[in-house]
């Protein structure tokens, strides 16, 4: 079940964000975002959670700044990114776009096979968004060096 993200679940969602993303700031093409109450949805599943998606809606665009799966394969991300299509076509926002890092290949399979277009590659964006946010990993998935910048969207 989708379900707009609530004070049950706030808690939780956080320290899941500290644990896998050294949150609560998240860094995207330079600008440094505090996800700590940014607008979402989860999925619970016999109350339990098993997923969540948060977003910004600025300037006509939605981000997604973070999703996780935590129940994967199971239609838990394709639900919430849907979430956000739908609200941000309430919100009349022109498209719907994401960062990735690229050692995240699992991720850019993901988004190619959900539907989102690759629109941007940001070469060596990581040392800029370590000078916002030291606590970015030098490695990530299966060691890969954390360099660039994948940018992924749909236009509505």
């Not at 320290?15 to 440094?32: F, H, N, S």
């Not at 999703?67 to 919100?91: F, P």
């Not at 991720?107 to 800029?128: C, H, M, P, S, T």
Request: net charge negative; glycine share 8%.
């Amino acid at each position: 079940m989708i379900l707009p993200i609530n004070k049950e679940f706030r808690p939780q969602v956080n320290q899941l964000i500290a644990e896998e993303w050294a949150g609560p700031m998240i860094v995207t093409k330079g600008v440094c975002h505090d996800v700590s109450n940014a607008d979402g949805f989860i999925s619970v599943d016999d109350g339990k959670l098993t997923g969540y998606v948060l977003y910004a809606i600025e300037g006509g665009q939605c981000e997604i700044l973070v999703l996780h799966s935590i129940l994967e394969n199971h239609g838990i991300g394709s639900a919430l990114i849907r979430t956000v299509i739908d609200v941000a076509k309430a919100h009349h926002c022109t498209r719907v776009w994401l960062i990735t890092t690229n050692d995240n290949t699992h991720a850019i399979r993901y988004y190619q096979k959900f539907g989102l277009e690759l629109k941007g590659v940001f070469l060596n964006a990581l040392d800029e968004s370590r000078k916002l946010k030291p606590t970015i990993p030098k490695f990530g998935i299966d060691g890969i060096p954390i360099q660039h910048e994948f940018e992924f969207s749909c236009s509505l």
